[in-house]
């Protein structure tokens, strides 16, 4: 049985905030597991027994929860709609921070995210954010409740306050970084490259490909990458094969990652992964219980164009 700990409140709290800390509570609960027993319940939330008793019959009724109650064995949680206990503890719809949608794929990923948490009966919001960085400010400041990055991001940017609740396979994010370059040389000048510092991916593997070569980093903003060296204001810059393919730059090539690079990274920049607050229980539990083989069919279907992308 999952152990509650001991709540330190002293102040008398309402039924509607019992309610919610008990529907909290409930959502961690892995299902067919017994329940702490009502007494150990108030305890736990710092309310008295009738009060606590109260509020799981109304989730009851409500058919919010399922239990069976067996005597002196216990009782036990047999099911629970996420979305009803969602509306209980949150009462607002889930926010959900994505890069720009640039891509087919960042496309796909909102598509899907926004089908299966609608699945759950959990109503949803997307917000589009430039910049891994500025997604965990986001989550940080509860503008969002879950922050998509690749799990490179997540794994550089992750303090002990967030965690990746979900980690999907590898081209969910991007399918591959590439190294654009000018097709026009400048001998006698050091080699400008193009970086967001806004972007850990962008920037963490510019300094990794370009870590033997003396370079100047120019601070350019995502959307403006390919443009600066069309301009001739930068000289190359890492970027995803995912936007080439919606808009090939004019005069330029590119080039695989070095070998080196790409061993470093392991397919850490191509796999999404989403981001919640560690304390955050309940979007922990709905983002925890999504399938992850749906997620990537739907996304799938919006890049092949077999489905209209909606987010």
């Known amino acids: 049985m999952t152990e509650i700990a001991p709540s330190k409140r002293t102040q008398r709290l309402s039924g509607e905030q019992i309610q919610r800390d008990l529907g909290r509570m409930l959502m961690a609960l892995p299902t067919d597991e017994r329940l702490p027993t009502v007494r150990e319940l108030a305890g736990s939330l710092g309310a008295s027994i009738g009060s606590v008793q109260a509020a799981l019959t109304r989730l009851e009724e409500a058919a919010a929860i399922a239990v069976e109650r067996h005597g002196r064995m216990g009782t036990f949680l047999r099911w629970r709609s996420l979305g009803h ?9 889930m926010v959900v921070a994505f890069p720009l949608p640039t891509s087919r794929r960042i496309e796909g990923l909102a598509t899907a995210i926004r089908s299966e948490v609608l699945a759950s009966k959990i109503e949803t919001f997307s917000i589009f954010i ?4 500025k997604r965990m400010q986001a989550l940080r400041q ?3 409740h879950v922050a998509a990055m690749s799990s490179f991001a997540a794994h550089e940017l992750c303090s002990a306050e967030e965690e990746i609740a979900v980690e999907l396979a590898e081209g969910t994010f991007v399918s591959k970084h590439v190294v654009l ?3 026009v040389s400048s001998p006698g000048r050091l080699l400008r490259v193009a970086v967001d510092p806004s972007s850990v991916d962008q920037q963490k593997i510019s300094e990794m490909e370009f870590a033997k070569r003396p370079v100047q980093f120019v601070s350019v903003p995502y959307m403006q990458l390919s443009t600066f060296i069309e301009q001739g204001r930068a000289d190359c810059a890492v970027w995803s094969v995912d936007e080439m393919t919606e808009r ?5 090539r590119d080039r695989p990652l070095s070998g080196s690079v790409l061993s470093r990274l392991a397919g850490a920049d191509l ?9 955050d229980t309940s979007t922990k ?7 992850l083989a749906m997620l990537q069919e739907i996304q ?4 092949a164009g077999r489905i209209v992308p909606e987010y």
């Open 248 to 252: 090939r730059p004019a005069r330029i």
């Open 271 to 279: 796999r999404t992964a989403l981001v919640v607050r560690s304390a």
């Open 285 to 291: 539990t709905v983002i925890g219980n999504l399938t």
């Open 181 to 183: 370059e000018s097709e």
């Open 85 to 93: 206990l969602w509306s209980v503890v949150e009462d607002l719809p």
């Open 142 to 144: 509860g503008r969002c």
């Open 130 to 133: 430039r910049g891994s960085r």
């Open 300 to 303: 799938a279907d919006v890049v």
